[in-house]
């Protein structure tokens, strides 16, 4: 009975949804995660760079390039601010549900490429021990589900890293 009235109380009085960024409270679900501010931030700051790669004597090198054509590998967003964020919750505070919230962002802007294929980078096995999840396999798996793009998962860590 008691489970039951919380229900009821958690209907008519929602407890309030805060912003994973700015921790200012969101005045209406726009998918819970984001205020409009930060939204607004997230959205200006795409910036789609182009980079193509090199495999010479087991090294991988990476330049960037000026247009798509001559791209291997297209970065939407710098990793920092408001993605640096988001990636963070879903890593360190294990908010799964950012993973599809990232994907269908992402979503809009890949679904005019003509993209083979999704590559993740993996985990260390140090850190996918200690997290139990990749985060950005966790993306990938929203992006296979929204976009039916198949994931390769063909790249290996050799080494341990700091936490970014």
């Known amino acids: 009975m008691e489970n039951y009235l919380n229900t009821i109380k958690n209907i008519i009085y929602p407890k309030p949804i805060r912003c994973v960024v700015c921790n200012n409270y969101i005045l209406y679900c726009n998918e819970g995660f984001l205020c409009d501010d930060c939204m607004d931030k997230l959205l200006s700051s795409k910036n789609k760079s182009y980079y193509s790669y090199i495999v010479e004597n087991d090294s991988l090198s990476i330049r960037q390039e000026s247009n798509l054509n001559d791209a291997h ?20 505070k294990y908010n799964i549900d950012l993973a599809y919230f990232i994907a269908d962002n992402i979503s809009f802007d890949i679904s005019s490429l003509n993209i083979d294929a999704i590559v993740p980078l993996t985990s260390s096995r140090f850190s996918l021990n200690e997290r139990g999840f990749n985060q950005i396999e966790a993306i990938a798996d929203q992006l296979n589900k929204i976009l039916n793009i198949p994931i390769l998962n063909c790249l290996e860590r050799t080494k341990h890293i700091r936490h970014q």
């Not at 590998?73 to 360190?92: G, N, R, V």
Request: charged content about 25%; proline content about 5%.
């Open 73 to 92: 590998i297209i970065c939407l967003y710098p990793y920092e601010s408001i993605m640096q964020k988001l990636i963070k919750d879903l890593k360190f």
